[in-house]
């Protein structure tokens, strides 16, 4: 099986790693500038458990056109990232090949195949996908998406720091929900095989959703305070304005058919945590762009389309549009 791993940087160079150690793929990796330049000369280390893996790949280059096509192709770009990509992740697909799709947040994806009146009023979402490029070029239908449970860095070039969890659950859109599909079990079985803990979820929105929960208030005050979740669970007054965006976050899930209030307990979300970086704070600190808007800008639209009040969400978006800003323009 012909596996790209299109960014492999923290969690695409963990999977990277993982799959070519097992040896249960013919891996390729696209990655760029001293990153790129370090795994072409000396491979990708990955360090996990007090060891270090180090492999090398049957190509890593900064160009998808000199690869061949690929079965799968495992997007580890971050999600405004992703569009200016679509044609690349396009050419690289074999004729039945697809795409895994692993960015934090909402997906671009999200509407495809869903019914008259919960899809809204247009399929690609544009705050995702500006141009729509990934919904023209790739296609919702040729789509996996997952979430990736997996604290990763990468403290210099050429190497992947793994420091917790180890979950990845994955999803087909194209599937109804709890139908599955015979593709992702291939993938599922492939990231088992290379040691990854993936399981096959029933419901991918569902499944992201969850996610982003759970995570999204770290991400978002994380990158405003550069606070780590330990720091963050130790402040009472951060724990109770996370406590009010989860709630919002709740609301907004539920507006959009998915309740998952049972499954979520607010304060285990916001106490007591490892002192992980999350990602967007990981991308403030090495000055890049952060997900604004698959991880709140998307929320903001969804509440705007349901009429959920959410005033901790359209206080915090402009604050972290203006961050990123700074980011891309300094």
Not at 8 to 29: L, P
Not at 41 to 46: I, R, V, Y
Not at 310 to 319: E, F, G, K
Request: hydrophobic content about 50%; proline content about 5%.
């Amino acid at each position: 099986m012909k596996v790209c791993i299109y960014g492999a940087g923290a969690i695409g160079g963990n999977i990277a790693v993982n799959m070519v150690a097992a040896k249960v793929a013919e891996v390729s990796v696209v990655a760029r500038g001293a990153h790129l330049a370090a795994i072409q000369a000396g491979g990708l280390t990955l360090r996990t458990g007090g060891r270090d893996i180090n492999v090398k790949f049957a190509a890593a280059t900064d160009d998808a056109s000199t690869l061949p096509r690929q079965d799968l192709v495992i997007v580890g770009l971050k999600a405004q990232s992703t569009p200016a990509a679509a044609g690349a992740i396009a050419g690289l697909l074999a004729a039945d090949g697809c795409a895994l799709f692993l960015a934090n947040g909402i997906q671009w994806w999200w509407r495809h195949g869903m019914k008259a009146g919960v899809a809204g009023p247009q399929a690609h979402l544009p705050l995702l996908d500006p141009e729509g490029a990934l919904w023209k070029l790739v296609g919702p239908e040729r789509a996996l998406g997952g979430s990736a449970y997996s604290g990763n860095e990468i403290p210099e070039p050429g190497v992947v720091v793994h420091s917790m969890m180890n979950d990845w659950g994955l999803g087909d859109p194209s599937a109804a929900p709890g139908a599955g599909s015979s593709r992702l079990q291939r993938v599922v079985d492939l990231f088992q095989a290379a040691g990854l803990k993936a399981r096959a979820v029933p419901d991918v929105r569902r499944e992201l959703w969850l996610k982003l929960v759970r995570v999204g208030s770290q991400s978002a005050v994380g990158a405003l305070t550069r606070l780590n979740n330990q720091q963050m669970g130790a402040s009472p007054e951060i724990a109770a304005l996370r406590g009010r965006y989860i709630a919002e976050m709740l609301a907004v899930a539920a507006a959009q058919g998915c309740d998952l209030h049972a499954d979520i307990d607010i304060g285990k979300a916001t106490g007591a945590a490892p002192p992980h970086r999350p990602s967007m704070l990981q991308d403030v600190l090495a000055r890049r762009p952060i997900e604004v808007e698959a991880q709140v800008g998307q929320l903001q639209a969804f509440a705007r389309e349901a009429g959920v009040a959410t005033p901790v969400i359209d206080a915090i978006l402009p604050l972290l549009r203006g961050l990123d800003r700074s980011l891309t323009f300094s």
